[in-house]
Every structure is written in C-alpha cells, then in structure tokens.
C-alpha cells in the first residue's frame, strides 16, 4: 500500500464553514480507514477541542491519532496515551503579557477545560471558548493567574498590522526559545520552540516507522505548511490563501466543496487495491461484532471474490453437532458484505437487502468451513454475490444468494 498516514488540518480543511463534517467526507475518512491508513487531526485547537471530532471518525477504532496545539501534544486516540509533550516555561508568560498590554491586545491560554484570559469581552476569546466548549476565566493579572506551563498562548487583535510587527520581531527576538506565527488574521499564536505540525508529524512518523513517501497532508492555513511541505504528497484545500497552495503538491476544491473528501477518492483510494486491504485489522476490528463472536475471519479480498472461514464449534453448531444454518448464511453476509464495501464509492453505504440458501451436504463439529463469495450483478444501486460455502476437504455445504442495497450517504 502506498499511504499509511492520513494527516488533516480542522478548520477550514475537515470542516465546512458550519463547523460541521459532512456526510461526503465522512464516508472517505471511514472508507480510508477501513483500507488500513491511519488518519491523524492536526489543529490548533486544545485537545479537548479536538477529541470529539476524532471520536465521530471512528479514529479511536481504526487507530487514529490527535495532534493539538499546533503539534504541542500528540495523543494516541485509540489509548488516550499522550505519546509527545512540550510546554511553555511559565516564566516566560509575564514578557508575552507585557508586550499584550503594550500592544492593546487580549491575550489568552488554555487550562483544564477552560479558558485564561485578560479580556472576556474579546470577541475572538469567546468564539475560541465556544469552539472548544469551554468556560471563559477572566483575569487582570494573567501572569500571575498562569500557575502552570501553557501548550501555547494566543495574543489576539483586529488590528492585524500590529499583529504582522510583533510576528516579526519575536521571530528575531524569540529564536531558539519559543515559537511565534499567526494561525489567523487575528491571532498571534506563541508555541514551545520547535513545536509545529509538521515538526511534531516528523515525531509520530519516527514512532510509527512512516516513510514521508507514505504521508498525505491536507490543510489550508499558514500553520499547515509546515507538514504540506514534509509530507509525500501535500494538498492545498481550495480556500487555502496563495501562498498555501504554492508549497502543495496540488490544490483540491473548497471545504465548502467536500475538498477532503475529494482529495481523498483521487489522491487515496484510487491506489489501494483490494488486495492490499488489512484483512487482519479488519478481523480484529471486528473481535466483538458478530462475525467475531462466531470465529469468521476474513482470509482473501479483491473486486471479484472475498473468502473467509468459519469453524464448526459450540458457538456454530446444532444440539447435535452439525453446522447450523443460520450461522452459514451470516458467513455469506459477512464476506458479501466486505465485497460490497470494496466496490461502493466513497460517498455510498452497503446495506444487507435479502439473503436466501440451499443447504445441500452438512459440516460436522470441529470441521473449518470456507466461504467463497463472487460477484454475480454490480448495479448502481444494488450488488448480488453468489456465496459457496466448502468443507475443509471441499465438500459443498451451502449455496447462497446475498442482495446488498447501495445507498448514498445523507
């Protein structure tokens, strides 16, 4: 397989402008899933911010990870495991707010789940708590109330050519100690030196032995440039500003347009073939589904067949010892179903119509039966596999006729 590592910025790339994901670039980000990448969120967000968009992908099933702050943090969605860390040293915060009040802006933290800030009425403070659900805190004396080490620390105004100069000079001021760029006209964000997306992608990759030639990003910001650039292949999301796009690879459409989604079906799932699918992830995936439950474990996939077998035990037989027929025609179920999964577009779900069987020689206790389902009609809005079912010694148990209805995503 060529990718492994899906890597996303949030706002304005994962999200249209509702704040929402849509149906579109969900059902892609599951599909790349279920083809065994591994999608990580990198925002600026707090983690808080971003758990509960990472738990609606499913990234804590399919193994995903989080990187927040900016890539101040890096946790493991599956385990909760905080894999990376770096902070501020708090001894630093009453320089960053002198020069807020020098320069008339509001500046604020994150801590627990809310917000520290020297100016609740700031209208950029409060669509920050709102984003991240959290409470504001209201300060005068913010060095002093910052009784912990920061993630990060925001400094923010409308006033965007004071924002440019302060950028500036604590680019020169600050090297080598911290980190200071704007994610947004409005924000001057200051970060632990060495902390940004890509720099802490460059730290999940070492940990998951990822090549860059195996990364895709996806962001629109100036914060994004940093893993577009380190990534294999770098996209640009079309509402990204000209100066994104120039350092991607290529550009997709607007996140008004499902551009992740789009970007995903060309650049992702385009290239996996079925046969390079993780049968094993998948299998232990499903440990505590009912094909688990019954021992059924996928064994061969493409576009054209998909085998899985089945032992013949106490949770498969009858009372008195033979394969049951019920558990037969969920091993045809199971296997038509990934088929059909392989086929449907990214936009599409697979849903189990009609299943019926001829049950012609019977399987006895302690017997493994293997399931050999092919594709007999591919339609837009229907699939229909024909699912032999074998002895170990290749005796016919079953013949069954499986109907998938293929229905787009709302």
């Known amino acids: 397989m060529k990718y492994k590592l899906l890597v996303l910025d949030v706002d304005g790339t994962l999200l249209n402008e509702n704040k929402e994901i849509t149906a579109r670039t969900q059902a892609a980000l599951l599909k790349a899933q279920q083809m065994g990448i591994h999608v990580v969120l990198a925002s600026g967000r707090p983690t808080g911010g971003v758990m509960p968009l990472a738990h609606a992908l499913e990234l804590n099933n399919y193994g995903g990870f989080v990187l ?30 002198q020069k807020a009040l020098k ?34 805190v209201s300060t005068e004396h913010f060095a002093e109330a910052v009784d912990f080490a920061p993630s990060k620390c925001i400094l923010t ?20 100690t911290l980190e200071a760029f704007r994610s947004e006209d409005y924000f001057l964000e200051v970060a632990p030196y060495y902390v940004n997306k890509g720099n802490s992608l460059a730290v999940l990759m070492e940990l998951l032995k990822v090549t860059t030639e195996e990364v895709v990003a996806i962001g629109d910001g100036v914060a994004d440039v940093s893993m577009i650039q380190l990534a294999g292949t770098g ?50 995936r499903a440990k505590h589904a009912l094909m688990g439950n019954l021992g059924i474990q996928y064994t061969y996939a493409d576009e054209q067949r998909v085998e899985a077998t089945m032992p013949v035990d106490e949770r498969t037989r009858q009372p008195f010892g033979i394969l049951h027929g019920g558990a037969t025609l969920a091993l045809a179920e199971t296997v038509a179903g990934l088929g059909s999964m392989i086929l449907a577009k990214p936009d599409e779900m697979v849903v189990g119509m009609q299943v019926s069987g001829s049950h012609v020689s019977s399987a006895h206790e302690g017997d493994t039966v293997r399931a ?37 995503k709302k």
């Open 68 to 97: 927040s702050y900016n890539g101040a943090q890096i946790i493991n969605a599956q385990t909760g495991e905080l894999l990376f860390e770096k902070r501020i040293d708090p001894a630093m915060i009453p320089y960053l707010e």
């Open 103 to 136: 320069n008339n802006f509001a500046i604020f933290t994150y801590h627990k789940d809310f917000i520290l800030t020297n100016d609740a009425t700031n209208r950029h403070v409060i669509e920050e708590a709102e984003l991240n659900n959290l409470r504001i």
């Open 157 to 176: 105004s409308d006033d965007e050519e004071a924002l440019v100069g302060l950028e500036n000079h604590w680019k020169r001021r600050l090297s080598g």
């Open 235 to 284: 996209i640009a999301m079309g509402n990204a500003r000209d100066s994104v796009k120039a350092c991607a690879d290529f550009t997709t459409l607007t996140n008004e347009q499902d551009g992740v989604a789009a970007a995903i079906e060309k650049a992702l799932l385009s290239s996996i073939k079925p046969t390079e699918i993780p049968l094993a992830q998948l299998n232990m």
């Open 372 to 408: 050999v389902a092919t594709i007999i009609h591919k339609g837009r809005s229907s699939h229909v596999w024909n699912v032999d079912v074998f002895t170990s010694t290749d005796k016919l148990v079953s013949t069954i006729r499986v109907i998938n209805s293929i229905l787009k």
